[in-house]
């Protein structure tokens, strides 16, 4: 009977996290002002992170929180400071119908294929999700999976490289 | 109907009204220290003697303060963002009551003792940052904005090396469990921390006060230069969150200061939350001491005290442990 309460509550917990994540997306995508975007942005990576806690593995969910809401989130905050975007800015108003079709099929494609790798080729699980030992995690990322964990940060570089060159093409037209 | 409930939601709720209890009471007996200790060393009497006879000290002051920020009156001023601008307060909050969750204050004083429990207070204390920049950004104010500006580059800039002593520490015992950092330690000072990371501890109290954006490092509320920086628009309990906040990330850096480096709640005699408690006091009492007594740098000054000196002495640091623990 405990058992039947705790399951329904998990499933409560989740949904709940779902809905945070969506509503937050959709204040992302949807807010005029990108100071309120970016809050949008900070609650779908709270609901993220939620996820993850969810799972049991509180170590990647307080890294989520770390570095995405703790450090990501407050650079572009420095950044849309920088660029002066008041709600009644140049770029508040309407954009054009076929745009809001273009960014949801942007939106689209990858979660259709996202959702059919997950879906056909379903890892096993366990009923009860288990806690893994920080020290096995970082065996897993540092030995078995060494490439692709640095791979990733190489995502990092490459952005940042690409806002280096934008900022200088935008010297160069002035 | 109590049955109902699951023994771990009851132990969560009931912590975190203890916490925020413990949050509440410690920051009207550090602004009554503040203002004591600020009188003193000033020496300008004022709030610092004020009173009946019957209550020496000034020791009603701190009341006077409540009572005067619940009875403010608070607006939203002409456009400014309002949701953002009522939101930011409260983000400023809540992170700080979240940390205390996992702060060893005894051996058996603890809501939840989990593995992660120092990443848990890295993680929800950097939101803090977050909260000023959207309470500068929000308010449409130029002092506001030039306040969070200085705030964030602060911020990024001093969570490097505290990291990067954490790392060592972290390294040296092998755990982010804070009672079992606590525990690993002896019970008399030479069996602390601070004996084997001396120049670890001077970091991280210089990254602390940093962070918590504390004298000399206050320059995001620069009283002098920038009204009050990004809460200049905040008045009544909008402002008293910010300040609540700040003195809740002040109690947090101390107990961190405390478990890491002195023992937490071990001590000769009998370990419990007295030692605790009169650890992070002593702590406390120094913060306010260097705020009373040191000028504010500049802000060049500022980063470059902390990239040229402190994150070079972090890294240095930190090799040096892992040298000592691979030898």
């Known amino acids: ?174 | 109907m109590i049955e109902a409930i699951p023994t771990p939601f009851i132990v969560i709720f009931v912590g975190l009204l203890a916490v925020m209890a413990f949050v509440g009471l410690n920051a009207v007996v550090l602004v009554y220290l503040e203002r004591k200790i600020a009188g003193f060393i000033h020496r300008r009497p004022g709030p610092y003697e004020v009173g009946p006879p019957c209550f020496p000290h000034g020791i009603l002051q701190p009341v006077a303060d409540g009572l005067k920020l619940v009875g403010k009156q608070i607006f939203t001023p002409k456009g400014a963002d309002s949701f953002l601008y009522w939101l930011a307060p409260m983000i400023s909050i809540a992170p700080a009551i979240v940390c205390f969750i996992v702060i060893p204050f005894g051996p058996h004083l603890q809501v939840i003792n989990t593995n992660v429990g120092l990443i848990l207070i890295l993680a929800f204390t950097g939101i803090n940052v977050l909260a000023l920049c959207l309470a500068g950004w929000a308010s449409q104010n130029k002092y506001g904005l030039i306040g969070a500006a200085r705030d964030i580059s602060q911020g990024v800039a001093y969570e490097i090396p505290l990291l990067l002593v954490v790392l060592s520490i972290v390294f040296m015992t092998g755990t982010f469990n804070l009672f079992d950092i606590a525990d690993g330690q002896g019970a008399w000072p030479w069996q602390w921390y601070i004996v084997y990371q001396p120049l670890a501890f001077i970091l991280f109290f210089i990254c602390a006060l940093a962070e918590t954006n504390r004298n000399p490092f206050d320059l995001p509320e620069a009283e002098s230069e920038l009204t009050a920086g990004f809460h200049t628009e905040y008045s009544g309990m909008a402002f008293a969150c910010f300040f609540l906040a700040e003195y809740a990330y002040m109690v947090v850096a101390a107990c961190i200061m405390a478990i890491l480096f002195l023992g937490g709640f071990q001590g000769p005699g009998a370990p419990g939350i007295w030692w605790f408690l009169a650890k992070i006091y002593v702590l406390l009492l120094i913060m306010i001491w260097i705020r009373w007594t040191f000028p504010r740098v500049r802000f060049d000054q500022l980063l470059n005290i902390c990239w040229k000196w402190l994150i070079p002495l972090a890294v240095l640091n930190l090799l040096i442990t892992l040298a000592v623990i691979a030898l």
């Open chain 1, 1 to 174: 009977m405990e058992n039947l309460e705790y399951e329904r509550l998990a499933w409560a917990v989740l949904f709940g996290h779902i809905a945070i994540i969506v509503v937050g997306g959709f204040m992302t995508v949807l807010s005029q002002s990108l100071g309120r975007a970016l809050v949008g942005l900070i609650m779908t990576l709270f609901g993220v992170a939620g996820l993850f806690f969810l799972m049991a593995a509180p170590f990647i969910a307080l890294m989520q929180i770390l570095i995405y809401v703790g450090a990501v989130s407050v650079l572009i905050f420095f950044a849309i400071m920088l660029t002066n975007a008041w709600p009644g800015g140049d770029e508040s108003g309407k954009s054009p119908g076929r745009k809001y079709i273009y960014a949801g099929l942007a939106g689209l494609v990858p979660a259709v294929m996202l959702a059919t790798a997950v879906i056909r080729t379903a890892p096993p699980s366990f009923l009860v999700p288990e806690e893994t030992e920080i020290s096995v995690l970082g065996r897993f990322f540092l030995e078995d999976f060494i490439l692709p964990f640095e791979l990733i940060s190489l995502l990092l570089t490459i952005s940042m490289a690409g806002a280096v060159i934008l900022a200088f093409e935008m010297r160069r037209k002035k």
